[in-house]
């Protein structure tokens, strides 16, 4: 598709489980961001990928988030033990370069995560 | 560090009226930039504008037009005549850029319901 997609939309999951988030950017965009909104609130940063490296992953709230890009284009943010307090909408973004000199990102749908 | 403020959480306002949602920026570089996104009941955010602090013009878009003060570190958001499909959530957000762009932080939003 010509828009940022994501997987799955929704997702509910048990305390504890682990998970994967995944996203597919626009073809030929060499920026992906996550952000996590929670009811209420704005996006809040959490890791950008500049090609297949992180190259800001301070947003992440503890060690039980890792994401990944291994080829430079999907992406997988995963989540071990996950608690309640996980639960939000993971957005995905992409852009073609770093987002304040292109401009503007792309935002997937977001998938939303329900830890019970 | 950076942060945007919305003050106002929800605005109410009939079709054709007018209406401003204010955006009020912190942040130490002199290079920055601005956005506005939209997010409608779909939740994916759309891109409506993105400034830079060196432009401190007013822009329009069709009914949309923003007023940029670096004097009060403001970057306000007026629809004009607005309609019913203007319905969403509006965030306001930030890129710092003096040692290279920073991954936009938003604001907390502020959700506008047009009523017909």
């Known amino acids: 598709g010509a828009g940022v997609s994501q997987t799955p939309s929704n997702k509910v999951t048990e305390k504890g489980k682990y998970v994967e988030l995944r996203c597919d950017p626009i073809s030929g965009h060499t920026a992906l961001y996550w952000y996590r909104q929670s009811l209420g609130q704005g996006p809040e940063f959490l890791i950008y990928?500049?090609?297949?490296?992180?190259?800001?992953d301070s947003g992440l709230p503890n060690d039980r988030f890792f994401a990944v890009r291994p080829e430079g284009s999907v992406s997988t943010l995963k989540i071990q033990r996950t608690e309640r307090g996980d639960s939000a909408v993971y957005l995905c973004?992409?852009?073609?370069?770093?987002?304040?000199?292109?401009?503007?990102?792309?935002f997937g749908e977001g998938s939303r995560l329900t830890v019970l | 560090a950076q942060k945007v403020t919305q003050a106002q959480t929800e605005i109410s306002v009939v079709e054709k009226e007018d209406v401003t949602l204010d955006c009020v920026y912190e942040t130490r570089d002199t290079t920055y930039y601005l956005f506005w996104y939209k997010q409608p009941p779909s939740g994916e955010l759309v891109f409506l504008i993105r400034?830079?602090?060196?432009?401190?013009q007013n822009e329009i878009s069709g009914r949309y037009s923003w007023n940029f003060q670096k004097s009060t570190s403001s970057f306000n958001f007026t629809i004009t005549a607005s309609q019913v499909v203007d319905s969403a959530v509006y965030f306001c957000a930030l890129s710092e850029a003096d040692s290279g762009n920073t991954p936009l932080v938003f604001g907390k939003g502020t959700r506008l319901s047009v009523i017909a």
């Open positions: 400034r830079n602090s060196f432009d401190e």
């Open positions: 973004a992409s852009s073609q370069r770093l987002a304040g000199v292109s401009g503007e990102l792309f």
């Open positions: 990928f500049q090609g297949t490296g992180a190259a800001d």
